[in-house]
């Protein structure tokens, strides 16, 4: 490890202007390549006290062994630069974007003298017009089987198209009317290539057009009748359109653009792009991405731009192209942009309308390709048993914890307090054994408090079924029975239920963990082992997974253990807490809006859900309910007179101190079968 001092520039020598930098090992290879406005001002970022710097900056400059940089004119050029270096040198603490998959293309390759349409993959080639990326080629083929009726442009290859000129054959498409078989010379060459242009012209956009130029035709064939001419443009008419139906209309300006947004955790990000050409999306793409640098989302978002529009020019760049952040110097990107375009080029970030809500859509496909991709590595053999192993070694178990529990603490703004539990057995999700939990012990907001009565009480049911089964023969302490928590059997309604099961099947909180984690730091690990301690469990593993910046707290250690970013066993223990807090704030929203929503009958004591309805079916409204008499509630199938007496009791003293008056008409509202207004 290297002292960045003993490589440091001397004072003055570094130059206070626009250029690109880069780091070196003792190896003399380039592990870091950035740019800035200020060569003096961003490298005198990097050599600042050590304990200042982010963990990722930390670990870059102590592993390089010099520094250098080259002066540019402006910001345009260092962008460029940059670009040029990160591509030929590979840092590897520089983000780079990896496309997982090699998308497909429909090309035209307009380089030929007579061009064909073909689906193509992987390197651009010159004098090729691509369309997409599309995410399979089976919709390239479809598109392109209904569009061929219209522009019969070729499609078979070269071998094909020599062979039917050497025996003056076409090929099948060329008698079925799908290709206008310039390999035997039905068409001229410049014929057949005004067909290539208009095809492209259609796939660019400009689809009104030729459907405006068909259906006059149409009209005036049907008018000198030549029905069958007619009905073959009608059908011509009716195959391009359903080519437009296949990518939805969604910008009605017939606008060019690209939307580009970005989902990311402390360690991965993934970045979508939607391609919209004419107001319809004709291509989409995504990356996922380690985040070896300490970058933000306006870092992200420059990067992803590089990447995508480092090797295009002209139409290939949009007009516009809309991010969730801006790069941290926009106006030197848009320019990089149009000056790649030929023109100008706004970037900038949707505020509201359609392409605000296409950017919803865009987002929430980053966030399920992040969660796909974390999926995929969690759900491999190989790298699930390397992740138990990399957890055991960091956190000095015996073993490798083959069932781990995770609890997470979720409330909104101290009410409606909850917490979860997930289990993972092999480093897979076993949703059987989810268990959730109201906090009955105290009111308000503790997390700390809230996380040692969840492991009490999930420990305490655990000491209960070993004692039921006779696994438990000393007594924990404290001596005596195992006391009921505050909130106990609030887990699950079968539960009191369970301790007279026995079918062989193992209960519910009968397995203890080899790891419990719990999602936080210091303060909540020491409150899941104090839990633990004061039942007298000695046996399981106890750590905490912090957000901030994924460290993982251990009891009664003041410094944590930092995994390395590529740990596997750090995805995996993300993925678990990930699953926490999703189960607990699911929950916590469903009690929410189950409060929210809470009618006056839910005051009535012994009043299950079925009678509510029934009551509400037989009157058709609270409101005409609590106008009725006891003996006319009793009349109802199921409810004695006793309930009748409770239900009203009940609709009386929550009855509206006035009705609901609609401000704008004057109406007086009508309460709804919930005893809302509406």
Same mark, same amino acid.
């Not at 490890?1 to 003993?6: G, H, R």
């Given at each position: ?6 490589y ?5 020598q ?17 592990i ?17 006290d ?29 962008? $460029? ?5 990160i591509?030929?040198?590979? =840092?590897r603490?520089?983000?780079?974007y ?9 090309a ?9 349409? $073909?689906?193509?993959? #992987?390197?651009k ?8 990326p ?9 598109t ?29 498409? #060329? ?18 290539r ?10 660019? #956009? ?8 068909l259906?006059?035709d ?13 009905a ?11 080519a437009m139906?296949?990518?939805a209309?969604?910008?009605a ?24 050409? #004419?107001?319809?999306?004709? +291509?989409?793409?995504g ?11 306006s +870092? ?5 731009l590089?990447?995508?529009?480092g ?27 149009a000056?790649?375009?030929?023109? $100008?080029? /706004?970037?900038r970030?949707?505020?509201?309308g359609?392409k ?5 859509t ?10 796909? &991709? ?10 699930? /048993? ?5 957890i ?27 917490? /979860? ?10 949703k059987?054994e ?6 009955k012990?105290f009111?308000?907001q ?15 049911r ?22 009921a928590?505050?909130?106990?059997? &609030? ?35 020491a ?12 046996? @399981? ?30 995805y995996?223990?993300q ?15 469903a ?15 012994g ?8 009551? @509400?079916k ?7 309910l609590? $106008? ?19 239900v ?5 003293a929550?009855?509206?101190?006035? =009705? ?15 005893? /809302?207004?509406?």
């Open positions: 490890m290297a002292d960045p001092s003993s440091r520039p001397k004072p003055g570094i130059p206070d202007s626009p250029g690109v930098y880069k780091f070196r090992d003792e190896h003399r290879r380039v870091y390549v950035g740019k800035a406005k200020s060569l003096r001002q961003r490298l005198a970022n990097y050599f600042q050590l304990s200042g710097l982010h963990p990722r900056t930390r670990t870059m400059v102590t592993t390089a062994a010099s520094v250098e940089w080259t002066v540019v004119s402006t910001e345009v050029e260092a962008l $460029q630069l940059e670009y040029s270096w591509k030929e040198f590979d =840092p603490f520089n983000v780079k990896r496309d997982d998959k090699s998308y497909p293309y429909l035209v390759t307009l380089n030929e003298e007579f061009p064909r349409v $073909q689906v193509m993959r #992987g390197a080639k010159k004098g090729v017009r691509y369309f997409g599309y995410g399979h080629a089976w919709a390239i083929r479809e392109v089987d209904l569009m061929l009726r219209v522009f019969p442009v070729r499609t078979c290859s070269a071998g094909v198209f020599k062979n039917a000129a050497r025996t003056g054959r076409p090929c099948l498409l #060329g008698y079925i009317g799908k290709c206008s078989a310039p390999c035997v010379g039905r068409v001229t060459p410049e014929e057949h005004e067909l290539a242009d208009d095809f492209c012209d259609f796939m660019a #956009g400009r689809t009104g057009t030729y459907i405006r130029r259906e006059k149409m009209m005036a064939a049907a008018e000198e009748m030549e029905y069958e001419r007619a073959r443009l009608r059908d011509d008419v009716e195959a391009l359109k359903r139906e296949k990518s209309v969604v910008l300006d017939a606008t060019d653009a690209d939307l580009i947004a970005v989902a990311e955790d402390e360690l991965e990000a993934a970045v979508q792009i939607f391609h919209v050409r #004419g107001g319809r999306v004709r +291509g989409q793409r990356w996922v991405t380690d985040k070896v640098e300490n970058v933000d989302t +870092g992200l978002v420059e990067h992803a590089q990447q995508l529009y090797e295009e020019s002209g139409d290939a760049v949009p007009k516009e192209v809309l991010v969730p952040a801006l790069p941290e110097d926009p106006e030197a990107v848009s320019q990089w942009l000056d790649r375009r030929g023109s $100008q080029v /706004s970037l970030i949707p505020q509201r359609d605000k809500d296409l950017m919803v865009v987002q929430r496909n980053a966030q399920q390709a992040l969660g796909l &991709h974390k999926t995929k590595r969690a759900s491999d053999l190989t790298t699930r /048993s390397r992740a138990l192993e990399e055991a070694g960091a956190l000095d178990l015996d073993t490798a914890p083959l069932r781990i529990e995770c609890f997470d603490i979720s409330h909104l703004q101290g009410d409606d307090v909850v917490a /979860s539990m997930v289990v993972f057995e092999d480093g897979l999700a076993r059987g989810y268990r959730r939990f109201q906090i012990g009111e308000g503790d997390d700390v408090r809230s996380m040692h009565e969840v492991i009490s009480r999930r420990f305490r655990y000491l209960q079924e070993k004692e039921r089964t006779g696994e438990w023969e000393e007594t924990p302490a404290p001596t005596g029975p195992v006391p928590a505050p909130g106990e059997g &609030h887990e699950d309604p079968r539960a009191a239920d369970e301790s007279r099961e026995d079918d062989g099947r193992p209960k519910r909180f009968a397995y203890p963990p080899q790891l419990l984690v719990v999602d936080g730091g210091q303060p909540q690990v409150a899941a082992k104090r839990a633990l301690d004061e039942l007298g469990i000695d046996d @399981i593993a106890v750590c905490g997974l912090a957000k901030r910046l994924e460290e993982v707290w251990l009891p009664d250690d003041d410094d944590p253990v930092v995994l390395p970013r590529s740990s596997e066993g750090l995996l223990l993925r678990v807490r990930d699953e926490a807090h999703r189960f607990a704030i699911t929950y916590q929203r009690k929410r809006a189950k409060r929210i929503r809470a009618s006056p009958l839910d005051a009535v004591p009043l299950g859900d079925t009678r509510k309805q029934a009551l @509400i037989h009157f058709g409204s609270v409101k005409k609590r $106008q009725a008499t006891i003996e006319e509630i009793c009349e109802v199938p199921g409810i004695g007179r006793r309930t009748a007496e409770s009203a009791v009940a609709l009386a929550a009855a509206p101190a006035a =009705p609901a008056v609609n401000t704008a008409t004057g109406e007086i509202m009508e309460e709804d079968d919930g005893g /809302s207004t509406t």
